[in-house]
């Protein structure tokens, strides 16, 4: 594509996209205040949320956001895997590129954290987030960054998912200089620089798409292609092609024919958010009423207009006779129907609590002490409450995040040679099994299940002492190890472990025939 092609291109995206920000800036408005900047710009200073007459719809989504965080990425919370069963070299290695990619994403300078926090807040409350994955300007580790939805447009391909994505990018021309070297700036913006314009804007597109869309012979050996476009001066900045996506954009809830997702919880909670802040505001104005009501006064006898603040004194005429009913009173009101809007105000939070899944994502309560099955069953519940609502974000927001950090790393030779890569794992897709409270994974199963195979068998060879023959305590004891988490190092070889036994009966029977000889 040619600077004219891509700059036209990236306007048509725009314009199929802008027809979403009108919803994205009502749904801010709500529930996400600070974010409402879609269609247009807050000023430094400005009070955010200064429309809302009720916090209630903006700490429910804080408290959603938050969840995601706390629930999914707590500790360990991933582990890498393979679609076949590695050797014991195979698991140590993997062991190693999972301690050696915990430990980078999580760098305080890969800005992992401060990334996936705003991304959440994003997901919760419009459905989507874009989140860049890249190295770091030195090539020593990984950078995230959370991009605003306004900025960004992207495209669905055949398959389903986002194949490309191009984002608006105005940083200070010093920025640029930065992030391109001065020298690979046009000669217009090198002036600038020159006459000390540093903080002036710069106007650039950032593509990110598949190299066949592209279309240029020397890039086709990639899978995509990112390029940087200066749209003022028309000029392709930079230009590099890639073996991963830049872009990863977590989707809630999805549509066919449209590559923009919905947020469940504020689609289904605007109509309480709109009616909870009307109803506020008229509670508010009758409990005004209530303790300060209106004023009767009988005419021309004031002197002025009344005082009705703190200890405020009204003047009245020195002529009027008191004997014809007090010149000023109060106006009697009926408070009966505050009670009911108090209470139609509560089921409406209750509802608002229940279209942000609050409701769910607590721990039931206890009221009186359970037993372990009882405790079971209930996390059983638990989990099946909640599982709907976090596991799509396991596979299509931290899979994603995991899948594009990894490529990056082994591009980058962060996670070793190739050339150590054990056999058992060579050609195999990495697969990343994800830990949370919610799921108790397949390996802590087979934990679990080794100990009720032990008992039946310790229960059955009461009857017939060759029953233990029926299982490879090897295989299930290595198995039930990993399941609970022991590292991979712990356990010998199972080829030492072979030749050890091997030598220990071989010692054995030597030692019994010595035994026999000396009886002898």
Same mark, same amino acid.
């Given at each position: 594509?040619?600077?004219?092609?891509?700059?036209?291109?990236?306007?048509?995206?725009?314009?199929?996209?802008?027809?979403?920000?009108?919803?994205?800036?009502?749904?801010?408005?709500?529930?996400?205040?600070?974010?409402?900047?879609?269609?247009?710009?807050?000023?430094?200073?400005?009070?955010?949320?200064?429309?809302?007459?009720?916090?209630?719809?903006?700490? @429910?989504?804080?408290?959603?956001?938050?969840?995601?965080?706390?629930?999914?990425?707590?500790?360990?919370?991933?582990?890498?895997?393979?679609?076949?069963?590695?050797?014991?070299?195979?698991?140590?290695?993997?062991?190693?590129?999972?301690?050696? /990619? =915990?430990?980078?994403?999580?760098?305080?300078?890969?800005?992992?954290?401060?990334?996936?926090?705003?991304?959440?807040?994003?997901?919760?409350?419009?459905?989507?987030?874009?989140?860049?994955?890249?190295?770091?300007?030195?090539?020593?580790?990984?950078?995230?960054?959370?991009?605003?939805?306004?900025?960004?447009?992207?495209?669905?391909?055949?398959?389903? +998912?986002?194949?490309?994505?191009?984002?608006?990018?105005?940083?200070?021309?010093?920025?640029?200089?930065?992030?391109?070297?001065?020298?690979?700036?046009?000669?217009?913006?090198?002036?600038?620089?020159?006459?000390?314009?540093?903080?002036?804007? /710069?106007?650039?597109?950032?593509?990110? =798409?598949?190299?066949? =869309?592209?279309?240029?012979?020397?890039?086709?050996?990639?899978?995509?292609?990112? %390029?940087?476009?200066?749209?003022?001066?028309?000029?392709?900045?930079?230009?590099?092609?890639?073996?991963?996506?830049?872009?990863?954009?977590?989707?809630?809830?999805?549509?066919? *024919?449209?590559?923009?997702?919905?947020?469940?919880?504020?689609?289904?909670?605007?109509?309480?958010? &709109?009616?909870?802040?009307? =109803?506020?505001?008229?509670?508010?104005?009758?409990?005004?009423?209530?303790?300060?009501?209106?004023?009767?006064?009988?005419?021309?006898?004031?002197?002025?207009?009344?005082?009705?603040?703190? #200890? *405020?004194?009204?003047?009245?005429?020195?002529?009027? #006779?008191?004997?014809?009913?007090?010149?000023?009173?109060?106006?009697?009101?009926?408070? $009966?129907?505050?009670?009911?809007?108090?209470?139609?105000?509560? $089921?409406?939070?209750?509802?608002?609590?229940?279209?942000?899944?609050?409701?769910?994502?607590?721990?039931?309560?206890?009221?009186?002490?359970?037993?372990?099955?009882?405790? +079971?069953?209930?996390?059983?519940?638990?989990? &099946?409450?909640?599982?709907?609502?976090?596991?799509?974000?396991?596979?299509?927001?931290?899979?994603?995040?995991?899948?594009?950090?990894?490529?990056?790393?082994?591009? @980058?030779?962060?996670?070793?040679?190739?050339?150590?890569?054990?056999?058992?794992?060579?050609?195999?897709? %990495?697969?990343?099994?994800?830990?949370?409270?919610?799921?108790?994974?397949?390996?802590?199963?087979?934990?679990?299940?080794?100990?009720?195979?032990?008992? /039946?068998?310790?229960?059955?060879?009461?009857?017939?002492?060759? %029953?233990?023959?029926?299982?490879?305590?090897?295989?299930?004891?290595?198995?039930?190890?990993?399941?609970?988490?022991?590292?991979?190092?712990?356990?010998?070889?199972?080829?030492?472990?072979?030749?050890?036994?091997?030598?220990?009966?071989?010692?054995?029977? %030597?030692?019994?025939? +010595?035994?026999?000889?000396?009886?002898?």
């Amino acid at each position: 594509m040619t600077p004219n092609q891509l700059k036209k291109f990236a306007a048509e995206r725009f314009s199929k996209q802008g027809r979403v920000l009108s919803l994205w800036q009502t749904l801010a408005e709500h529930f996400y205040p600070e974010r409402a900047d879609f269609t247009h710009v807050h000023n430094v200073g400005e009070e955010l949320g200064i429309g809302l007459a009720s916090s209630t719809p903006v700490i @429910m989504r804080r408290d959603l956001g938050n969840s995601f965080e706390a629930v999914l990425r707590d500790g360990d919370w991933f582990k890498m895997g393979v679609n076949t069963t590695p050797d014991h070299m195979g698991d140590a290695w993997l062991e190693f590129g999972t301690d050696r /990619m =915990m430990k980078l994403m999580n760098h305080r300078s890969a800005n992992f954290r401060r990334s996936t926090k705003e991304g959440d807040h994003d997901y919760a409350t419009f459905g989507n987030a874009v989140i860049s994955v890249e190295p770091n300007r030195f090539a020593t580790g990984l950078l995230f960054r959370s991009w605003h939805l306004r900025d960004c447009a992207w495209w669905d391909g055949d398959e389903g +998912q986002v194949d490309g994505l191009v984002r608006k990018w105005t940083p200070k021309l010093h920025e640029a200089a930065t992030y391109f070297g001065k020298d690979n700036l046009h000669s217009d913006i090198q002036k600038k620089l020159s006459d000390g314009k540093l903080f002036d804007d /710069m106007d650039i597109r950032h593509f990110d =798409m598949t190299s066949v =869309m592209y279309d240029d012979d020397q890039f086709m050996k990639h899978n995509r292609v990112s %390029v940087f476009l200066d749209v003022v001066n028309e000029v392709i900045i930079k230009i590099e092609g890639r073996r991963s996506k830049t872009y990863v954009v977590p989707r809630f809830q999805t549509l066919a *024919g449209s590559p923009y997702a919905y947020s469940l919880a504020t689609i289904v909670g605007l109509p309480e958010a &709109r009616t909870l802040q009307a =109803m506020t505001h008229t509670l508010l104005e009758a409990g005004e009423r209530i303790a300060r009501p209106p004023l009767i006064a009988v005419e021309k006898v004031i002197r002025g207009d009344a005082n009705l603040f703190s #200890d *405020g004194i009204t003047t009245i005429a020195d002529d009027y #006779d008191q004997r014809g009913g007090p010149a000023i009173e109060p106006l009697k009101m009926n408070n $009966g129907g505050f009670p009911y809007g108090l209470e139609m105000k509560d $089921g409406i939070v209750d509802v608002l609590a229940s279209a942000f899944y609050l409701d769910k994502i607590s721990l039931p309560e206890t009221t009186h002490e359970m037993t372990a099955y009882e405790v +079971q069953e209930r996390m059983k519940q638990y989990r &099946r409450e909640n599982l709907p609502l976090f596991t799509p974000v396991e596979h299509e927001y931290n899979g994603q995040l995991c899948e594009t950090a990894f490529n990056i790393l082994m591009d @980058m030779g962060l996670l070793g040679s190739h050339q150590d890569i054990p056999e058992s794992l060579r050609d195999k897709e %990495v697969i990343f099994h994800f830990q949370s409270p919610l799921s108790q994974s397949d390996e802590e199963k087979k934990a679990t299940t080794f100990s009720q195979v032990s008992q /039946m068998l310790a229960e059955a060879a009461q009857f017939d002492d060759t %029953v233990s023959m029926n299982v490879d305590f090897d295989q299930a004891l290595r198995d039930s190890i990993n399941g609970i988490g022991a590292p991979t190092s712990w356990l010998n070889q199972i080829e030492q472990v072979q030749q050890k036994r091997q030598q220990h009966q071989m010692a054995a029977a %030597v030692s019994a025939e +010595q035994e026999l000889e000396a009886q002898r």
